[in-house]
């Protein structure tokens, strides 16, 4: 269930062994003269291996010391759990604590967090024995505000040892040490209990097994890329991803055992990232999401959400259904405070107060209810630039005063921001951590990452609110959707399938793409595709598939090579051409899926399938060949609609204003309705650069606007639902402004570049 704070948590993380005693003194009443009311300490830095570097023999002393000054501040503190950094000396006593990769490499100590194996029993020993004693410690000291459980479980991006660093899609392909293999096996025999059924379900040729033993089941080494055995990848990545929800939930169980007031949480981060190598892929975000009090996420915008401002809202979309299907409240734990990252050639991007400001904003609007920064002050000794709201010396920055401006606009409005939520999303994207796993032990992560990107962008540039669903909560009252949109699906269940017939036949529409359920629960091909049945649904069955590899322009072509269109020889220019037009979509100017379309076709990407069609099945687009392109079936109350080719994918490649515009004309044909209507002047500007949300609270009404850009811009806002609205104010400000009744509440306002704004409707 959700939980509700007394007051809107806001601060950040501080670490006080890396700063003076005396300096502690002034930085936490600067903290509460900021109107920050939270820290963030002992979770990764400066925590259990700083207080107890002997087992048994732990140093309370700075955590003491500062537990009792955030109680004279006014100022609570969520308390880390340890379990991420666990003390050296464990080694000693336990020798295989090292997780393994696949290549044998133990993960180095003394580098990055996360380096001991979560199945190992020591862990489970120590991690209780410790979150025992810090009850003991502070569980009833008023300074307490909750418990953090580890530091971002599962994300592993610098695994060592020398091949990992020179193959870095191996580094979370963990854990391999002796105790994992024996819990793989015993989980794999919980699941087939017949071995002559696992060897049926493991099938592979060439390279496949028959086993006579369950003793000589090892965790899978080779990903299916390799050649190696697709099911039995699978299965060991729902292992790991399993072992990291027990390994969290054995710690919130600890921690309610004894303490059922303070509330347990976990930070994670996005499982598709830009850096597809450093993805995150030991966790199953759903599963993790329901099995502590409240879930946290991580972010860290930086230079590559400026350069797609949707990426980072993206982010935040996907922490809160996360939160929201787990009816879970969510808190951002971890925001980035500051020049981050690149070590001596850094820092990658230099956090500015303005970027404080949008990034708070953003939290707001995605229905945060917690904000702390990482960090306060930054570490000497760790010259990486990982940002800070005051310098080196302790000195309040334009960041903080710019965090500080934010908070006080929380804190003088605080019953709305902790109860209020984000507009109802007509539209989500359906995820599932199976689909990515195969995806990435194929080597074609990369296609998903570009569907559910190509998605997104699409509807955010064009103003609608999505989020993310997974199959277990289709049914439920969260997964309210009218349109649910499936980006590369390759691995469907049949149970999973049959859920998304359900919620057709009650009236939603499902949007799938080229290549739909061409695997089952196993990792098979379906023998007729979409598969699960799919065909009935869609009223279509495969007959052909064909790639055409669109071929990127080459950026050093000299002028009169020789060569062809791009410095390409002929023939590859002819198959450019063929590409080209074999992918192409005719747009059809009476049809209201084209509505506002000017150009004579929209691109398709990569696959193009062919289909059979039931009778009662209606072509609603077809390519430039007459062959269909987009197809409908309405089934029960709902509707079923499937492109056969990559529009999703095509968005993001040709970054076609027409591609986006299909997918905004299709949610309207569903139904689907923006909850805040912006526009400009330069309409492509206000598409690509400003952010807009709207929270809820009964009557009361908050649009909450980000310009991510570099140009002062004048917008026209409307809110549909907002009848009767006379008046608003701009709460960071204090600034009214005039409202009008025209079609809903209308209102001009001019945004600075980047700068953001509150709006409070009235």
């Not at 995820?431 to 190509?454: K, P």
Request: charged residues 20%.
């Amino acid at each position: 269930m959700k939980i509700r704070t007394s007051y809107f948590p806001r601060g950040s993380s501080y670490y006080p062994p890396f700063h003076s005693p005396e300096d502690w003194v002034r930085d936490t009443a600067n903290m509460a003269s900021g109107d920050m009311n939270v820290i963030r300490t002992a979770e990764l830095l400066a925590t259990w291996d700083y207080i107890e570097p002997e087992r048994g023999k732990p140093d309370w002393s700075w955590l003491d010391r500062i537990f009792d000054l955030s109680a004279e501040n006014g100022i609570q503190i969520l308390l880390g759990t340890g379990s991420s950094c666990p003390p050296i000396w464990m080694v000693d006593d336990y020798p295989d604590l090292q997780a393994v990769s696949r290549e044998g490499t133990k993960f180095p100590t003394n580098s990055y967090w996360g380096w001991a194996c979560v199945n190992n029993p020591g862990m489970d020993i120590e991690v209780s024995r410790f979150i025992n004693l810090l009850i003991d410690r502070f569980g009833t000291h008023p300074a307490l505000f909750g418990w953090q459980i580890d530091n971002e479980p599962g994300h592993h991006p610098a695994f060592g040892g020398e091949a990992e660093r020179l193959a870095p899609k191996t580094n979370a392909y963990f854990c391999y040490c002796d105790r994992c293999a024996q819990l793989f096996r015993e989980w794999v025999q919980a699941k087939y209990v017949d071995i002559n059924v696992l060897n049926d379900a493991w099938a592979w040729d060439p390279t496949h097994h028959r086993y006579h033993d369950w003793r000589q089941i090892t965790p899978p080494r080779s990903l299916p890329a390799e050649w190696g055995n697709a099911s039995a990848w699978l299965d060991f990545r729902r292992f790991v991803r399993d072992s990291f929800t027990k390994y969290v939930k054995r710690q919130h169980d600890v921690i309610k055992a004894r303490d059922q007031i303070h509330p347990t949480s976990t930070n994670l981060v996005t499982p598709l990232r830009y850096e597809l190598e450093v993805n995150w892929r030991g966790i199953d975000h759903w599963a993790v999401g329901g099995v502590v009090d409240v879930i946290g996420y991580d972010m860290y915008p930086q230079k590559s959400f400026k350069i797609d401002p949707a990426h980072s809202s993206w982010f935040m979309d996907w922490a809160y259904s996360v939160a929201r299907h787990n009816n879970r409240t969510l808190w951002m734990p971890e925001l980035e405070s500051g020049p981050v990252g690149g070590f001596s050639a850094g820092p990658l991007h230099t956090t500015r107060p303005g970027d404080i400001k949008r990034h708070m904003l953003s939290c707001l609007g995605h229905g945060a209810k917690m904000i702390l920064f990482q960090g306060y002050r930054e570490w000497n000794c760790i010259p990486l630039h990982w940002g800070a709201l005051v310098d080196l010396d302790g000195d309040p920055t334009g960041r903080y005063y710019a965090a500080a401006n934010v908070n006080r606009v929380i804190k003088e409005n605080e019953d709305f921001f902790l109860d209020a939520l984000p507009a109802k999303a007509g539209a989500a994207i359906y995820f599932t951590h199976d689909n990515a796993s195969v995806l990435d032990g194929q080597s074609n992560e990369s296609f998903l990452y570009g569907a559910v990107h190509g998605i997104y962008n699409a509807l955010w540039y064009e103003g609608f609110n999505i989020e993310f669903v997974a199959p277990q909560f289709l049914g439920s009252t969260t997964a309210d959707y009218d349109v649910i949109f499936l980006p590369f699906l390759m691995h469907l269940p049949q149970a999973d399938a049959d859920k998304l017939s359900d919620f057709v036949e009650r009236g939603g529409t499902v949007v799938g793409f080229a290549k739909l359920g061409h695997l089952d629960e196993k990792g098979w091909s379906w023998n007729r595709r979409p598969g699960a049945g799919l065909t009935s649904l869609f009223g279509a069955r495969e007959t052909y598939i064909e790639v055409f590899d669109r071929m990127a322009r080459a950026e050093n072509d000299a002028p009169g090579s020789g060569m062809g269109m791009w410095g390409r020889p002929t023939d590859e220019v002819d198959e450019f051409v063929e590409s080209e037009r074999a992918l192409a979509v005719q747009v059809d100017p009476t049809s209201p899926l084209f509505e506002g379309i000017e150009s004579d076709t929209v691109q398709g990407y990569w696959h193009r399938q062919t289909f059979e069609l039931q009778d009662d099945v209606e072509v609603l687009a077809r390519f430039v060949d007459g062959a269909p392109a987009i197809i409908r079936r309405r089934h029960g109350l709902g509707q079923a609609i499937l492109m056969a080719t990559h529009l999703d994918i095509a968005v993001v490649q040709h970054d076609d204003p027409a591609t986006r515009t299909l997918f905004a004309n299709l949610l309207t044909m569903c139904g689907v309705q923006r909850p805040v209507i912006v526009t400009g002047a330069d309409s492509a500007y206000v598409a690509r650069r400003v952010d807009a949300h709207l929270l809820e609270l009964g009557s009361q009404l908050a649009v909450i606007i980000n310009n991510e850009g570099e140009t002062d811009v004048e917008l026209t806002v409307t809110v549909p639902r907002a009848t009767g609205m006379e008046s608003a104010i701009e709460l960071l400000s204090g600034t009214p402004i005039t409202v009008t009744a025209d079609g809903g509440a209308k209102f001009t306002i001019t945004l600075q570049a980047a700068d953001g704004v509150i709006v409070m409707l009235t």
